[in-house]
């Protein structure tokens, strides 16, 4: 079975600064990954997405994250936080039989002016 | 291209009492997703169907959730009776064909429960 687990459910950066958010994932087929964003009140938009082509996937928003195997790892990141990032992040693994997605727990990002 | 919409988007009932959630996806997507976003989690798949097929339902409480999609395309999740732990933000994703790279699942704004 799948799982992910995201590191730190609260992340503070001032604006301006990197912006880096953990995701680590079990798997035991090789996995897709995705990166969403949840403003308040609304539903989740995809960032990006690993499907087993290159590495480094960059997404909206300047976000990118790199798939390493060895690490079992898919962190998130922006070299400068804008305000307008401020939200909740979801990590997710899909089960490749028949597209159901496992959540992380979710990490909110807040941007400091 | 219109996204997957929902309805309602919030809705408050009383324990005991009977609700139902619908969502239309995005044209032309054959899968459709129910999941269950309980306040400060990740979201839970409920139920996964394919046109108007179940193809996973392991995680739906089918003692009070049921959820249907009779002509493949609009469907509706009730509960009955409500408890007070079903309390959360209801989901809708839709998906295109899976095998060619319809991987991605597009999301509704959701549905936000309260049961009192």
């Known amino acids: 079975a799948q799982s992910v687990t995201q590191l730190g459910s609260h992340v503070s950066v001032s604006e301006g600064a990197l912006v880096l958010l953990r995701c680590n994932y079990s798997?035991?087929?090789?996995?897709?990954l995705f990166w969403y964003v949840q403003y308040p009140n609304q539903g989740l938009q995809l960032l990006l997405k690993?499907?087993?082509?290159?590495?480094l996937v960059k997404g909206i928003n300047g976000f990118e994250a790199e798939f390493k195997k060895s690490e079992t790892s898919f962190h998130l990141t922006k070299p400068s936080a804008h305000m307008r990032d401020a939200a909740e992040y979801f990590c997710?693994?899909?089960?490749?039989?028949?597209?159901?997605?496992?959540f992380g727990g979710g990490t909110r990002l807040m941007v400091k002016p | 291209e219109a996204g997957v919409a929902q309805s309602p988007r919030y809705k408050i009932i009383e324990k005991r009492q009977s609700v139902a959630f619908w969502c239309n996806p995005i044209?032309?997507?054959?899968?459709l997703y129910w999941y269950q976003q309980i306040l400060g989690q990740g979201p839970k798949l409920l139920i996964q169907?394919?046109?108007?097929?179940?193809?996973?339902d392991s995680q739906l409480p089918k003692d009070r959730f049921s959820a249907e999609r009779l002509k493949g395309v609009d469907s509706t999740l009730k509960i009955q009776p409500a408890k007070l732990e079903d309390s959360a933000v209801y989901l809708c994703?839709?998906?295109?064909?899976?095998?060619?790279?319809?991987?991605?699942?597009?999301f509704g704004p959701g549905t936000r429960l309260l049961v009192l």
């Open positions: 994703a839709s998906s295109s064909n899976i095998l060619a790279g319809g991987e991605t699942q597009y």
């Open positions: 798997s035991s087929v090789p996995p897709y």
């Open positions: 690993y499907t087993s082509a290159a590495t």
């Open positions: 997710a693994v899909r089960n490749n039989a028949g597209n159901m997605l496992t």
């Open positions: 044209s032309g997507h054959a899968t």
């Open positions: 169907f394919q046109n108007n097929g179940v193809v996973d």
